[in-house]
């Protein structure tokens, strides 16, 4: 059976610094960070038979008729919000952060998207989340921040939070019980999964209907609640969430996603204080790209 994160007082901070959650039982994707790199050995996600397919369709114009004029094709320059920042040499790629192939789309083509692989059970997310909540406060209008929640640690209940994220996302709720969410996991433990004294595994884990009692302080009726994590919609969202967990190549939690194209950690970054300043890096990188089909 593999190995539980054991979380002892004191060791806390200096154990997840730059730890990250996966998978111990397959090998790193190509472009990760060297192990060696982060104090907790950081194992990969199973590797998967293909990559989340990206259907790219569209309809037929209609053609004009043959008596119309020919109109001028002309394109209205848009200038970006941001300028390109200055490349110093100090982010270098293949080491800092890599570049996704294929790129993945994003659902707002019009911002920056930059989006955070986590879970709820994971100590290195929850130790993380400060440090993802000043990303978030600090992005510029032409960006904005997403939650992408991993499953791929089914021997610490990973499954059952994706499945959590996504109903509340569905009832509206997820965003003013992001943080509480971690809080239950990882303060009052009335959601963990490992006793947080001990750090063994409880015995018996979080259910949907503790998560749904959780949820009921914003609102939510239990049965709702539960009801709209076992639909067809959810299930839906949780498969595609894992094929794009796999097709940007990400392999341990917390990971950042920049507009699809581009991943990195806090061990590729160099620590918190460096991702923050990666990530906005990145950001304006992209954002000086906006308006010409970036």
Wanted: glycine share 6%; proline share 11%.
């Amino acid at each position: 059976m593999p190995k539980r994160h054991i979380l002892l007082p004191g060791l806390l901070s200096s154990l997840l610094l730059l730890g990250a959650c996966s998978s111990p039982s397959s090998t790193p994707a190509a472009g990760s960070a060297p192990a060696a790199s982060a104090p907790v050995p950081a194992a990969t996600a199973p590797a998967a038979a293909a990559s989340a397919p990206v259907a790219a369709t569209s309809a037929a114009a209609p053609a004009a008729p043959a008596s119309a004029p020919a109109a001028a094709a002309t394109t209205a320059a848009v200038k970006p919000p941001v300028a390109p920042p200055a490349d110093t040499g100090r982010w270098v790629e293949g080491k800092n952060f890599f570049r996704i192939e294929p790129a993945q789309p994003t659902d707002d083509p019009s911002k920056v998207v930059v989006t955070e692989v986590f879970s709820f059970a994971c100590p290195a997310c929850n130790h993380f989340e400060p440090i993802m909540d000043k990303i978030a406060s600090s992005m510029p209008s032409y960006a904005k921040v997403e939650y992408l929640p991993a499953s791929f640690r089914p021997d610490e209940d990973w499954p059952v939070f994706q499945r959590a994220y996504y109903a509340a996302q569905a009832l509206g709720v997820d965003a003013r019980s992001h943080d509480a969410m971690f809080a239950a996991v990882w303060k009052s433990g009335e959601l963990a999964v490992d006793n947080l004294v001990t750090g063994t595994p409880k015995s018996n884990p979080p259910t949907l209907d503790d998560i749904a009692r959780f949820y009921a302080r914003y609102g939510v009726k239990p049965a709702d609640f539960v009801a709209t994590a076992n639909s067809f919609a959810v299930n839906s969202r949780m498969k595609r969430a894992d094929q794009t967990i796999q097709a940007m190549g990400v392999t341990g939690t917390p990971t950042i996603v920049v507009d699809g194209k581009y991943r990195l950690d806090v061990a590729s970054a160099g620590g918190y204080p460096q991702t923050i300043e990666l990530v906005r890096w990145l950001v304006q990188r992209e954002g000086a790209k906006l308006g010409s089909g970036h």
